[in-house]
């Protein structure tokens, strides 16, 4: 029967189908379909697709960081609390049971079965995972927690706070973990409530700066990627909507600011307020180019301003200091220079000689006003030393370097008097 009859396509001769190039009784491969696309346009993802695609993976990988924190930080809460009371009794492999009680035998019997499944395929890479509270979710430890509240109560100032901030973060949990869309809303609330459960169960930060700008889990998980970048802005409008600058000045023990016209302090943070901060023992030093310099000339030029519209801003800007300096107690405690190099950055340096410090910097570009420039928030102190790091690889930090910059403009600038 011919190939024809079976509504098989021609060969490419005689031969039925197999081609000339193969010898008699060999096998050819087939040759592959010539298509646009192997992916239906069904299947296919586009632009809009993808980049909906990776806001999910960020919203869920930030959510996530702030759930495994807050449940491994429930998880040694309840243990400290309850395991003295339970294992002298039940001993180390059944104390988690005996404290479950009836009303959890349940869950805690699947915990238990799930680690019996983790010993034997190998999935316990760290022996201190083989126990059966480490297998606990966060509802279970939460109704450990309930159950025994009288125990807690020493410790956690109010049951309702906690529950309602574990309440807010099984949003979050049951989104996260079922791998469905997380809102930005629901985000934000999770991330709040999660930073709250952590203050009430006594882990907040171990950084002072935090009483400042406060930690970031995912900054203080993975920031050290970004040097000490915690922030960067669009410009400065945007900064101070999430960072006011009360936050920023209000409170500081030392205070050192260099650019053309320290705007952002001069204009945002009142001289009442400045001379409170002072009264109360904050030492400032003010640097400013000076109104006179060439180098604010070309600055006018670069900007298209009008000739001496610079100067006298930052003329205005250096009166208003000088009366501030004129009514403190101690004068000498406000300091104003002024420097005639090229200004090359605007740097705000709160309490930039102790480990609790953050800085304020924009680098000033040809054709952007200071307003309009992007806007880095530094946090100051050492990181800590990860495994295989030593404190000379440490060096070299972005607030550091700021911080010497404007010591060296410093002991090269003009007192003004």
Known sequence: MSSGGLGLPPGDDDRGGIPSDVPPGGVSLARPVEMESQIGPELDWGAEDWSEVRTRAQRAGRAYIWLNLVEQRLRTVVSAVLRPIYEPVHGQEDWVVAAAGPAGQEWVQRAVAVREVSRRKGYLLDPADDNVISFLTLPQLRELMV??????????????????????????RNVVSRNRALSETVLAQAERASARLLEMLGAGSDLPSARRLPVDAVEDLVGDRYADVVGVHP?????????PAEDIFGGARRLDAIGIGLNLLVQNFSGRRLMRLAESGCRVRLLFLNPASSAIKRRERELGLKRGELSRTVEMNILHMRRVRARLRDPGAFAIQVFDETPRFTAYLVDGD????????????????????????????????????TAESQEGS???TYREEFELTWGDGRPVS
Do not use: I
Request: net charge negative; proline share 7%.
């Open 147 to 172: 159950q025994h509240w009288p125990c807690f109560e020493p410790y956690v100032d109010d049951r309702r706070d906690v529950e309602l901030a574990l309440d807010e973060l099984e949003v979050a």
């Open 235 to 243: 410009d400065r409008v945007r900064l101070l909507r999430q960072f």
């Open 354 to 389: 102790g480990p609790d410090g953050v800085a304020v910097v924009q680098s000033y570009l040809r054709r952007t006003r200071g307003m309009e420039a992007p806007v880095m928030v530094l946090r100051g102190g050492e990181r800590l030393v990860k495994p295989g790091e």
């Open 398 to 400: 972005l607030f550091a």
